[in-house]
């Protein structure tokens, strides 16, 4: 069963396959990795101990692609921000070769352990995680209503009418100051929300209804299109 370790910011997967089908989302990527990654991106396999990818970026793993964990970043956040401005000016990718010889095996090392090598390995790269407080309020009201539940199952109608704005208003707003659609955002967090409950015990069918999915086969069909591989194969055929 993979592990997913749940921070505000980011998710850090420690994945129990290697192989995934051509997907795309909105998480930003780092992939990391003591022997070295492969990504298959855009007909370029992408090797290197430490890989970064940006949001929306179809890609692929193959079975030797050889990930000891993967960041999954919020785009919204202060660390998607400054990974953005420093290193993907020029390209949707960044391949560091050299990786801190400050972790042996993270299947070995507990959440809090993992949590505090991630924080290293970003400050290494000069990440700090901050308040990000450039956002429109309303902006910030929407993404704090839909981390805590409160709207997480709510339509893009349903949030313009909690927020007396139009839906188009609304829409353009959300995209122009969090840099991804309303939708997506949505989206993203709903498969988010499925995963806690499913790593807290829960099962597939019931993750779905409790995280906005209109069924167990919408959720699972998100979560093949988002991650590129079945969300049965994640988890290890709990259903």
């Known amino acids: 069963m993979s592990r997913i370790i749940f921070q505000k910011s980011y998710l850090i997967l420690l994945p ?6 051509t997907h795309k989302h909105p998480f930003l990527h780092l992939f990391f990795s003591k022997k070295g990654c492969r990504i298959c991106f855009d007909d370029t396999t992408l090797k290197g101990n ?19 964990f993967i960041l999954l970043i919020d785009p919204t956040s202060s660390i998607a921000e400054s990974l953005q401005k420093q290193y993907l000016k020029q390209d949707h990718y960044n391949i560091f070769s050299r990786l801190p010889d400050i972790y042996d095996k993270p299947n070995k090392m507990s959440d809090d352990e993992i949590v ?14 901050t308040e990000n407080d450039n956002k429109d309020k309303r902006v910030e009201t929407i993404i704090t209503n839909i981390l805590s539940g409160k709207w997480l199952s709510y339509s893009v109608e349903q949030i313009a009418a909690s927020t007396f704005l139009s839906e188009s208003r609304l829409s353009h707003l959300f995209k122009a100051d969090a840099k991804i659609s309303l939708k997506s955002y949505l989206l993203m967090r709903r498969l988010e929300h499925a995963y806690r409950l499913v790593c807290s015990g829960k099962t597939i069918t ?15 069909y998100t979560c093949q299109k988002l991650t590129g591989i079945a969300i049965s194969e994640v988890f290890n055929n709990k259903k």
């Open 16 to 21: 129990s396959y290697q192989m995934t089908h």
């Open 50 to 68: 430490i890989i970064l990818l940006d949001s929306n970026v179809p890609h692929m793993t193959k079975e030797e692609n050889g990930c000891d």
């Open 116 to 129: 505090d090598l991630i924080e290293k390995l970003l400050l290494n790269m000069e990440i700090i995680s």
């Open 206 to 220: 019931y993750a779905a209804c409790e995280s906005g999915f209109a069924s167990p086969s919408h959720l699972a």
